[in-house]
């Protein structure tokens, strides 16, 4: 996927099927985490094509990259959506509607505020 | 005493091994030749050799290691929540794991700045990163496929 513009069709697509689940409910809290960072993961994989750049193909290839175009802040959550969607994926973590709240206000929404002041129509 | 003379002396000694003391006084424009006709070549001859050079990025790679591992062990002793840090090492790359004791979002938060960290001190390693709660890791958890433990807590004392 090579264009801001896929990146935010993507991006757009991850939000369609999360409106879908019912994050209400600690059941699919897990998968709700998961989707919130992929579709984090497309709205910085298009800032760093906005400035020029690829973003690799591996967190450890995109992380930097995303740390040269994006405020320390934000960088952080987005690092933070990855490992704990890594972590749910993978191992026995329980996870909550509560954890999934508190990541979506606490770091995918000034995540997603930073990248639609870089990137317009970013959702 | 010739300038031959000299150089061949100093290349016996070279030869036997004795390239790290200094040469002796008065003798530095010999040395500088010796250098030029023997040392060089001798160098450049290992440089171009596979072994050597594959010995050479090893040992670099070990010292890497050495410095990735105490600047991990530093910050983490600083941050009360992170019980353990292991490390996978593969093909250059690092996937590093942080057990974390309390509210995993505040250790999350103690580990990620770590990464920020060791990626601005060593930007030549793509490092990938996983957080864990230490409910998480009972004694029959399994991760990584070679996994080096970098940092572990020291026990409070009785």
């Given at each position: 996927m090579n264009t801001i513009a896929q990146h935010l069709e993507k991006a757009r697509h991850n939000l369609a099927f999360l409106n879908t689940m019912d994050v209400g409910d600690d059941t699919f809290a897990d998968w709700a985490i998961v989707v919130l960072f992929y579709r984090a993961l497309?709205?910085?994989?298009?800032?760093?094509?906005?400035?020029?750049?690829?973003?690799?193909?591996?967190?450890?290839?995109?992380?930097?990259?995303?740390?040269?175009?994006?405020?320390?802040?934000?960088?952080?959550?987005?690092?933070?959506?990855?490992?704990?969607s890594r972590a749910v994926r993978y191992e026995e973590v329980t996870s909550t509607a509560r954890e999934f709240e508190r990541l979506?206000?606490?770091?995918?929404g000034p995540l997603l505020r930073e990248v639609q002041s870089r990137v317009p129509n970013a959702a | 005493m010739t300038s031959s003379t000299s150089v061949r002396d100093i290349g016996v000694a070279a030869a036997a091994g004795d390239l790290t003391s200094a040469p002796p006084a008065g003798t530095l424009p010999m040395w500088g030749l010796a250098y030029a006709e023997l040392v060089r070549p001798l160098l450049e001859a290992l440089a171009a050799d596979p072994a050597y050079a594959a010995r050479l990025q090893a040992w670099g790679e070990e010292q890497q290691r050495a410095e990735v591992k105490s600047l991990l062990s530093r910050e983490s002793a600083s941050q009360g929540s992170i019980v353990a840090v292991l490390g996978d090492w593969q093909d250059g790359e690092i996937d590093l794991l942080f057990v974390v004791e309390g509210d995993l979002y505040d250790g999350e938060s103690a580990a990620l700045p770590i990464m920020r960290r060791l990626r601005a001190g060593f930007p030549s390693i793509a490092f990938d990163v996983m957080i864990l709660p230490a409910s998480s890791c009972g004694p029959h958890f399994r991760w990584g496929i070679a996994p080096e433990v970098l940092y572990r807590r020291q026990q409070a004392s009785t």
């Open positions: 497309h709205l910085v994989s298009a800032v760093i094509h906005s400035h020029g750049r690829d973003h690799g193909t591996t967190h450890g290839q995109r992380q930097p990259r995303a740390e040269a175009v994006l405020s320390p802040a934000a960088a952080q959550s987005y690092e933070r959506l990855y490992t704990r979506l206000k606490s770091d995918f | -």
